[in-house]
């Protein structure tokens, strides 16, 4: 089961609803479609099921709650379940689901530095960073009380066993040393994670997130129409978030979340212009960060470090 960890405060009053709400309804009735049985035994595999709305789900699980593994009510309207082959495609067909994809593992992108390291007085103070990884080792010294471990998606501790969460939550720390960082660990101790973990995590930080805030996704889940729709939720609801992509990439997608290979950097620089405009939504914050990759704008480049130009409002 995932574990909700040590939390500041503010998220304690939320923690029980989030259960409650989020708990998988085994009192239900089946609606219609997938017909209710105690027991499968035709080979089954893991999906993520999109539905039409919060009703449409509901009625969902009920009819196939035996196997549900996630509820999800907030990011989005689905589940995560164990399907057969006649269910799945009966599913694709009802009028009730928007998307089924499968259940599949999200590595952990590669780190690079950008070339051109934040500079200004800015630091990120009043802001959170929502990070979903692998975990992050809040016991460094260099963090200080600015890291905290929030919900594990796994259900471990939250304790970081690959670095790679701890490493990003250090650079990030570095150019925003005052941003709150919120751990959210959704990544394996054998490095990937599943894209049903990582949408727990975005529906931990849809529920509790407060104040001006931003989500970091150092990890590859391009190309998932449910994790699209739990990123859209998120930037509806005024997170800015910041996606992986490739190395030499850093673009502004529909609606305000950005997308590069320097996630650290990227987060960090919305930290600190949302420190000097807490009220800004995603898509003003997206436009005055101005994201964007410059080719040839670095010629001599031996480090090979992020060939990366971003404007920051000179913060």
Known sequence: MPRRLGLPSVYLAAAAATAAATAVPLAMTPASGLTARPAVTEPTRPYIVVARGRAAARDLVGEVRWRVRRYYTAALPGFATYLTAAELASLRADPRVRAVEPDRQIHPMPVRRPAHPLTGPATGAGTTIYLVDSGVDTGRAEFGDRAWRAYDATGGTGRDCTGHGTQVA????????????????????????????????????????????????????????ALGQAVRSLVGAGVFVVGAADADEC???????????????????????????????PTILASQLNCAFARDAIRQNPSRALNLLMHSGGL
């Open 251 to 281: 673009r502004i997608g529909p609606g305000g979340a950005a997308y590069t290979g320097a996630v650290p950097h990227l987060a960090a620089a919305a930290a600190r212009l949302l420190e000097h405009t807490p009220d800004a939504n």
């Open 170 to 225: 250090g650079r990030t720390h570095a150019a925003a040393p005052a941003a709150g960082i919120t751990s959210i660990r959704a990544l394996g101790c054998g490095g990937p994670g599943s894209l049903a973990d990582v949408l727990a995590g975005l529906e931990w930080i849809r529920r509790h997130a407060r104040g001006p805030s931003v989500a970091a996704l150092p990890v590859d889940g391009a190309g998932s129409p």
